[in-house]
């Protein structure tokens, strides 16, 4: 049935957005088999990094007397100074109030103890289960780092069995601290130099495809400073041009990467005390065109960055554009990036994706984000309206499933 008005426009793109199963193609969740990396609960939710962050803007705790404490204990002063103290109305605090409401837990008591005892009665198998359903997410691609200890146990002794849990290879210390990471690459045997020899490219080659394939990794993965530049005379530069590019070609994957992190600009803050800066839209460039047959996933942490990077995308079909990362997933900003994105791209782009850390974030993530995706695709099939186009509604669940799930499956081939 085509739709010829706007209000019927409204009303089925509310409800084709909200009913669109997702594939969340970045996040930091872990199957149940991965035992304690998974994180999910009130005090997880509560300490979430972005929320640390906050509660220092308005205690003078000492830093480190505050990461000794317990869980619990640092989410008692979070929920203190950030919801007692004060309204919560930041999106990382309004991303708790979410989670909890759509929980069915009663937000206007403010009873963190009573949050717990919902949070206690739930077994991890049986939560996971809620969460996807709540959230309506089919699947999730997990953040995975062989250079984690805990981690690579998992992948050593079981594995990913959970179907819902999608593997990325994730390899930052590699290209960013190659000088301290070709040690643990020597201790797993693989023969590799400080220098980076002939012999040496070969075995990080041998170490990246070994990975992938233990993994089943749908791509691989790093994050990058604002100086992030190839071609140049670095390591990274070198690892990235004589060992990613020909690994991911010839698996045939693609390598996302998410530029624009000055990690622990206040090292006090651990996880906390990252920022960014703008980076240089030539790196992307220049890869997307010397690797035609590559293909890279990018998302940008800098505002700065979301025009050009878009442009970037119009250049090379080899380009997929992602997500609105980090300090970007803000409404106002998901807003305009969006916007940005559907003007010069259409459809060919992921427009999100949740970053979750914690499980339950899953539910808030998704809910904020699907509501201004769905806003801005209001007035973007209005237009066309105005100017006499007819969408169906099976056209307009077709264009909203590509986005939330579709574009990345076709990207990367699967
Ligand atoms: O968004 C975050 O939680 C950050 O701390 C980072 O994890 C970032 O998303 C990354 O993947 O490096
Ligand atoms: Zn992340």
Not at 384 to 404: H, K, N, Q, S
Request: some cysteine.
């Amino acid at each position: 049935m085509s739709i010829s008005n706007v209000e019927q426009l409204q009303a089925v793109i509310h409800q084709e957005v909200q009913n669109a199963p997702i594939t969340d193609v970045h996040t930091h969740l872990y199957a149940a088999d991965f035992g304690e990396l998974l994180l999910w609960g009130i005090d997880e939710l509560v300490t979430y990094h972005y929320l640390i962050a906050e509660y220092f803007r308005y205690s003078t705790m000492d830093y480190k007397a505050f990461f000794k404490l317990g869980k619990s204990e640092q989410a008692d002063l979070i929920w203190d100074a950030l919801f007692i103290q004060r309204s919560p109305i930041s999106e990382a605090q309004r991303g708790v109030l979410t989670v909890l409401s759509k929980m069915g837990l009663d937000v206007s008591t403010r009873d963190l103890n009573s949050y717990r005892e919902y949070f206690a009665s739930m077994s991890t198998a049986e939560y996971i289960d809620k969460v996807f359903a709540v959230s309506n997410v089919k699947e999730v691609v997990m953040t995975n780092d062989p250079f984690d200890d805990a981690e690579r146990a998992v992948w050593e002794k079981v594995g990913n069995n959970d179907p819902r849990f999608k593997a990325a290879l994730r390899i930052d210390p590699l290209l960013n601290q190659y000088e301290l990471s070709y040690k643990t690459l020597q201790e797993w045997g693989y023969e590799v130099d400080k220098d980076l020899d002939q012999r040496s490219i070969a075995e990080v080659k041998r170490f990246l495809k070994e990975w992938a394939q233990k993994m089943d990794a749908l791509y691989m993965a790093v994050s990058l400073p604002p100086v992030y530049m190839v071609p140049e005379d670095s390591l990274r530069s070198r690892i990235v041009e004589q060992c990613v590019i020909p690994v991911c070609r010839e698996l045939d994957i693609p390598f996302a990467m998410m530029i624009g992190v000055n990690k622990l600009v206040n090292y006090q803050l651990n996880l906390a005390g990252d920022s960014l800066g703008k980076s240089n839209i030539r790196a992307v460039e220049y890869l997307c065109s010397t690797y035609p047959d590559n293909k890279f996933m990018v998302t940008m942490l800098a505002r700065e960055n979301q025009h050009e990077l878009a442009v970037t995308a119009r250049k090379f079909r080899n380009l997929m554009v992602f997500g609105c990362w980090w300090f970007l997933n803000n409404p106002s900003l998901v807003e305009e990036m969006t916007r940005m994105r559907i003007e010069l791209l259409g459809l060919s782009v992921i427009p999100q994706h949740s970053d979750a850390r914690v499980l339950d974030q899953l539910v808030y993530k998704w809910d904020h984000s699907r509501g201004i995706i769905a806003k801005v695709l209001v007035d973007k099939y209005s237009d066309a309206l105005t100017a006499g186009w007819r969408p169906t509604e099976e056209e307009i669940r077709r264009d909203i499933r590509a986005l939330f799930s579709q574009n990345f499956w076709d990207f990367v081939g699967k």
